[in-house]
C-alpha cells in the first residue's frame, strides 16, 4: 500500500520523516508539516502546518529536537526554528501528545519586506484555531488561509558562516551538534562547519573536498560523521575527545565511484554505511579501515544513476540490513543485505516503478523511526515531480532471504 501527498508547487528538495508527523523543504520557497489522521483504520495524511515562507527556494533541512529544525536556502544563512503554541494544539489533537518543552511563543508573523519570522505573544485566536480548524474527530484539515496565517513558527537562530548557499544539512541523533555546507568549487568554501546548539557557535571546520558536499550523516551512535561529495570522494570523520571530529579516512576518486557520490547512509548498527553515485553504483564500507586498504565490503552495480539510499533503521533480523534506493528516473529498489564474516549476499525484494513511484529524480528517501516494534515499516520519498509518497513494507516478508 503506498499513499501520494501532491503538497508543494515545485520539486521538493529535503524532507524528514518524524515519529510523529512528516517535514519537507522545496524549491516552492516553503517548509510544510504533514502527520498521520486516522479514520478508524485509514490512515489520512494532511497538511497541518507551514512553518517557514521564504524568499529563497529551501534546499534543505533538519531535526534538531522533536520541535525545533534547521533549514538552508539558497542564502548563506543557516535558520533555526522552534514550535509555537499553536503547534502544540494542533498536534494534541491529532496525535494526543503533551510533551512539549520550552515554547517560546504564541505563533510567528513575517513583517513587510522580512525574511523572519517573529515570535508573537499577542492573544491571538487559539481557541477558534482549536475548535474550527483541527477537530481530529471530524477529519477537517485546516484551510490555505489557516496553514498561512497561524502555523508558522518563530525563528529562534541564524548562523553565519559559509560564503556561498547553504546546500547540505545534518545534526548528530543527540542534537548537541549542527553539521552545514554549501555550493563550492573549492577546498576553501567545501568544509564542513560543525555547530554548537546550546551556544549557536561554530565549533569546528571540517576541510576535505574539494567540491560542493552532496550530502552527509552521522552515524547513529555518534561516533562517525560521512560525507559524499562531487568531487566523486567520501570523507570520514571520527568523534574523539570533547566532541571534536578527525579525519580518518577518504576515498580516492577511481575507489569504485567515477561520477558524482550523491547520497550516503548508515545502518541501523553503525557497523556499515553506503555510498551511491552517478555511475549507478553503490558501495557499502566498513568505517573500521586498517592501513591505506580502503576498499567496498560490498558494492552493487544497479546501471542507473542512483540519487537517494536509505538503510532502515529498524533491526530486522541478525546480519539482516533493508537498503531502499532511489533513481535519477524516479524508480524505487528495496534490496536486501546480508553480511557475513567472510560473504555478502544482495537480493531484490521490491521494485516500485512508475506507477507507484516518481516520474522525475527522487531527492530523498526515509525510513519513519519506530518506537515500539511494528509488523509494517513505512517508507516515505519525495522527487522533483512535487510529491510525497509513502510506502508500508511488510517485515516479515523481508526477514525471508
Known amino acids: 500500500m503506498f499513499i501520494t501527498l501532491r503538497i508543494h508547487k515545485k520539486h521538493i528538495q529535503h524532507f524528514?520523516?518524524?515519529?510523529?508527523?512528516?517535514?519537507?523543504?522545496?524549491?516552492?520557497q516553503t517548509t510544510r508539516i504533514h502527520a498521520p489522521w486516522k479514520n478508524g483504520t485509514i490512515e489520512f495524511w494532511h497538511e497541518i502546518g507551514r512553518p517557514q515562507v521564504h524568499g529563497y527556494d529551501i534546499s534543505c533541512l533538519v531535526m534538531l529536537t522533536p520541535y525545533m529544525f534547521a533549514s538552508g536556502a539558497e542564502e548563506k544563512v543557516v535558520r533555526i526554528f522552534t514550535a509555537p503554541i499553536?503547534?502544540?494544539?494542533?498536534?494534541?489533537?491529532?496525535?494526543?501528545?503533551?510533551d512539549f518543552k520550552n515554547v517560546v511563543a504564541e505563533s510567528a508573523a513575517v513583517p513587510a519586506l522580512g525574511l523572519t519570522n517573529k515570535a508573537t505573544f499577542s492573544n491571538i485566536k487559539t481557541e477558534e484555531i482549536e475548535i474550527n480548524s483541527f477537530k481530529n474527530e471530524d477529519y477537517i484539515p485546516p484551510t490555505e488561509e489557516e496553514l498561512m496565517q497561524y502555523t508558522?513558527?518563530?525563528?529562534?537562530?541564524?548562523?553565519?558562516?559559509?560564503?556561498?548557499e547553504i546546500f547540505s544539512i545534518t545534526a548528530r541523533h543527540d542534537g548537541l551538534l549542527l553539521a552545514t555546507a554549501c555550493k563550492s568549487t573549492s577546498q576553501e568554501h567545501s568544509a564542513i562547519l560543525l555547530w554548537n546548539t546550546n551556544t549557536w557557535t561554530q565549533v569546528q571546520k571540517l576541510v576535505s573536498h574539494q567540491l560542493t558536499v552532496t550530502q552527509m550523516e552521522f552515524s547513529p551512535n555518534d561516533k562517525y560523521?560521512?560525507?559524499?561529495?562531487?568531487?566523486?570522494?567520501?570523507?570520514?570523520?571520527e568523534c574523539k575527545d570533547d566532541n571534536m571530529y578527525t579525519l580518518i579516512a577518504t576515498s580516492k576518486k577511481d575507489n569504485l565511484h567515477t561520477r558524482i557520490i550523491w547520497c550516503c547512509s548508515w545502518t541501523h548498527d553503525s557497523?556499515?554505511?553506503?555510498?551511491?553515485?552517478?555511475?549507478?553504483?553503490?558501495?557499502?564500507?566498513?568505517?573500521n579501515f586498517t592501513a591505506d586498504r580502503i576498499v567496498p565490503t560490498t558494492s552493487l552495480d544497479v546501471k542507473h544513476s542512483v540519487t537517494a539510499?536509505?538503510?532502515?533503521?529498524?533491526?530486522?533480523?541478525?546480519?539482516?540490513?533493508?537498503?531502499?534506493?532511489?533513481?535519477?528516473?524516479?524508480?524505487?529498489?528495496?534490496?536486501?543485505l546480508k553480511i557475513f564474516a567472510n560473504s555478502c549476499k544482495w537480493e531484490k525484494h521490491i521494485v516500485y516503478d512508475?506507477?507507484?513511484?516518481?516520474?522525475?529524480?527522487?531527492?530523498?528517501?526515509?525510513?519513519?523511526?519506530?518506537?515500539?516494534?511494528?509488523?509494517?515499516?513505512q517508507l516515505a520519498s519525495c522527487g522533483c515531480?512535487?510529491?510525497?509518497?509513502?510506502?508500508?513494507?511488510?517485515?516479515?516478508?523481508?526477514?525471508d532471504l
Not at 524528514?16 to 516552492?28: E, K, M, N, P, V
Not at 508558522?152 to 556561498?164: A, D, M, N, R, S
Not at 560523521?225 to 570523520?237: A, G, I, K, M, N
Open 309 to 336: 539510499l536509505v538503510f532502515s533503521s529498524q533491526n530486522i533480523s541478525e546480519h539482516l540490513y533493508v537498503l531502499a534506493i532511489g533513481f535519477e528516473t524516479g524508480y524505487i529498489e528495496i534490496q536486501k
Open 354 to 377: 512508475s506507477s507507484k513511484a516518481h516520474h522525475l529524480t527522487i531527492k530523498r528517501l526515509k525510513f519513519r523511526p519506530q518506537k515500539e516494534y511494528s509488523n509494517i515499516l
Open 86 to 98: 499553536t503547534f502544540k494544539n494542533c498536534l494534541m489533537k491529532i496525535a494526543n501528545v503533551d
Open 16 to 28: 524528514i520523516l518524524y515519529c510523529r508527523f512528516l517535514i519537507t523543504a522545496s524549491a516552492d
Open 152 to 164: 508558522l513558527w518563530p525563528e529562534l537562530q541564524k548562523l553565519y558562516g559559509h560564503g556561498y
Open 385 to 399: 515531480d512535487h510529491t510525497v509518497k509513502i510506502y508500508n513494507i511488510d517485515i516479515f516478508k523481508l526477514k
Open 271 to 287: 557497523s556499515f554505511f553506503a555510498t551511491g553515485s552517478r555511475d549507478g553504483k553503490i558501495g557499502v564500507w566498513n568505517p
Open 225 to 237: 560523521l560521512v560525507s559524499v561529495s562531487r568531487d566523486r570522494r567520501w570523507t570520514l570523520f
